[in-house]
């Protein structure tokens, strides 16, 4: 493998694992709706549009 794969594969792994980072917190914090912005108060089914 070439440097830039590497740089590649390690920004990616870098991304993903952000984002799991934010899901985890916000779940862990009790929100339903983690996209919402209203996530602390919404009522809704988190599946359907607003």
């Known amino acids: 493998m070439k440097l830039i794969d590497i740089i590649i594969i390690a920004v990616i792994v870098l991304v993903l694992g ?4 934010v899901i985890f917190r916000a779940k862990k914090q ?3 709706c983690i996209g919402c912005p209203n ?12």
Do not use: I, L, R
């Open 30 to 32: 009790g929100k339903k």
């Open 18 to 21: 952000g984002a799991a980072a």
């Open 39 to 50: 996530s602390d108060s919404c009522s809704c089914n988190c599946g359907k549009s607003h």
